[in-house]
């Protein structure tokens, strides 16, 4: 069935370095894909979403590109800071009538000085 | 966030019925509730758009939506469950897009 693989729980990194995240999906379709972001005790909030045209979404200085031939759509930002640190979820929108965000299990990511 | 409110913030119960409530001030025509359990991704629960209701995941018939209007969301939840501790959070989106999904604040519902 469709779903969403983030295979990092725990990412910790020292600040200035570069930061990534993994996202792969599964779908018969071509899905849209997003990464959320949810910081403690707050609500998630999309951080980006990919384009159809190809064109490389960033946001915060963070970018993904999504490749279709891996299907993956992998977060990346050329340096990591102290208020970076937070949970960051790859979803998937399968576009079925009524869509519905399959979120990945999340990957923990702690920026250190 | 103010665009999208819950209430209550906090909520403890024991085996009791509560409802929880949810306005949007985004114009948007969808709405939705999230669960989201310790430790875990949200995981969709009920989806609305224009007052219908588009999406039923399998969630236990102790939990009831309504949509009174367009910008109003309401959780009934009749003899809550341990299991049922989460932070459910009401999102909003104009047409059943996910592309600018609002999440709400969440309410935290912690059952005794």
């Known amino acids: 069935g469709d779903s969403v693989t983030q295979t990092e729980g725990l990412v910790t990194l020292t600040e200035g370095l570069p930061v990534m995240l993994n996202c792969t999906y599964q779908?018969?379709?071509?899905?849209?894909l997003f990464w959320y972001v949810q910081h403690l005790n707050e609500a998630p909030k999309l951080l980006l979403k990919s384009f159809t045209d190809n064109k490389r979404p960033e946001h915060q200085g963070f970018h993904a590109t999504l490749h279709k031939s891996s299907s993956s759509f992998h977060l990346q930002k050329s340096s990591a800071q102290l208020s970076d640190s937070a949970l960051y979820y790859c979803a998937s929108d399968y576009g079925s009538s009524g869509n519905k965000l399959i979120f990945g299990i999340g990957t923990l990511l702690s920026v250190k000085p | 966030n103010t665009k999208i409110t819950q209430s209550p913030r906090y909520l403890i119960l024991g085996r009791a019925n509560k409802s929880l409530e949810c306005e949007q001030h985004?114009?948007?025509?969808?709405m939705y509730w999230y669960k989201q359990s310790a430790e875990k991704p949200p995981e969709l629960m009920f989806l609305?758009?224009?007052?219908?209701?588009?999406r039923n995941e399998t969630v236990p018939s102790r939990f009831i939506p309504e949509c009174p209007d367009s910008s109003k969301l309401l959780l009934h939840i009749s003899a809550v469950d341990p299991e049922d501790s989460a932070v459910y959070f009401c999102?909003?989106?104009?047409?059943?897009?996910?592309?600018?999904?609002?999440f709400g604040h969440g309410t935290k519902l912690s059952v005794l």
């Open positions: 985004l114009g948007h025509n969808a």
């Open positions: 999102a909003s989106s104009q047409g059943q897009s996910n592309e600018r999904l609002f």
């Open positions: 779908s018969t379709y071509s899905p849209f």
């Open positions: 609305y758009n224009l007052k219908q209701l588009i």
